[in-house]
């Protein structure tokens, strides 16, 4: 069973001013560039989700919102996500006065269609299941999660099987006062 990256971010919750995190703000507080350099901005047609604004290599991505601020590597990887903890620790440099509430990071991990899932179910394998398939109902999704403290922070971890998939989904978060 081979297992996939998805969706890997790091998020800083907070009181973000928009007014400071504009796309020329991101360019050159975030990701230091020189003033006018032109970076790639996505706008979402709705407006109700933040703008998009991309690095100049196209790695990172930055998405401001009042109440927080994602970055996202483009492709999942470790060195990403480093370098996304890094424009992360530069957002609280710059902005020094930003009230923050907490701080983490995501990686997701997720298979590819699993086709013997009997390999899989004693991980999920429960009474409410047995008497939920017993009535004839079909499950679309189990889980199973954890939150451990490391530290100061907590290391939530959570596997989920739906539609013959496993996802893998581990967070740390530090709050903070």
């Given at each position: ?18 007014a400071i995190l504009t796309p020329k703000g991101i360019a050159v ?47 999942p990887s470790y060195i990403s996500l480093q370098a996304s903890l ?48 017993d009535e004839g109902f079909h499950i679309g999704a189990r889980s ?34």
């Open positions: 069973m081979q297992i996939f990256p998805k969706n890997w971010d790091v998020v800083l919750v907070g009181y973000w001013n928009t507080r975030l990701f230091q560039l020189d003033e006018g350099t032109p970076v790639r901005v996505d706008v979402p047609l709705d407006g109700l989700a933040p703008c998009r604004v991309h690095d100049e290599n196209n790695k990172l991505v930055v998405m401001p919102s009042k109440n927080r601020l994602v970055i996202a590597p483009n492709e890094k424009i992360g620790r530069r957002a609280l440099e710059e902005l020094p006065e930003t009230p923050l509430q907490a701080v983490g990071f995501n990686i997701r991990l997720q298979t590819k269609n699993v086709k013997n899932m009997s390999e899989m179910t004693w991980l999920f394998n429960d009474e409410v299941d047995n008497r939920l398939s199973i999660g954890r939150s451990v403290k490391l530290n100061q922070g907590t290391v939530n971890s959570s596997i989920s099987l739906v539609d013959n998939k496993i996802e893998l989904d581990i967070n740390f978060e530090l709050s903070s006062t």
